[in-house]
């Protein structure tokens, strides 16, 4: 599985641009392990991204999983309803 980092700075300034990344990286392979763990400032676009990297894994009858997911993104994701549906590893407590 190759893996992908998201940028310290993820916002809907960078969106657009990590999903053109994203999706490029999909393409060299579809079966790809995203790290979070590098976001720093981010907003609601980071989930965003991340969704459309799901989308895009599920077109190429690929694989995303999300690895190193701040709490902040996380407890955003549980704000939108998302954390059902993003693949975030289970955390425990």
């Known amino acids: 599985m190759s893996r992908f980092h ?5 916002t809907h300034a960078q969106a657009m641009a990590t999903v053109q990344q994203l999706t490029n990286a999909f393409k060299a392979s579809p079966q790809l392990q995203v790290d979070a ?3 720093q400032q981010f907003d609601s676009s980071a ?3 991340l969704l459309a990297g799901m989308r895009q ?5 690929g694989q995303m999983q999300v690895v190193g997911l701040p709490a902040r993104a996380r407890n955003l ?5 998302l954390a059902e549906v993003l693949p975030l590893p289970s955390v425990t407590a």
């Open 37 to 39: 763990s590098a976001l």
């Open 47 to 49: 989930l965003a991204v």
């Open 77 to 81: 994701a549980q704000v939108y309803g």
């Open 6 to 10: 998201l940028p310290a700075v993820l």
């Open 57 to 61: 894994a599920q077109s190429l009858g």
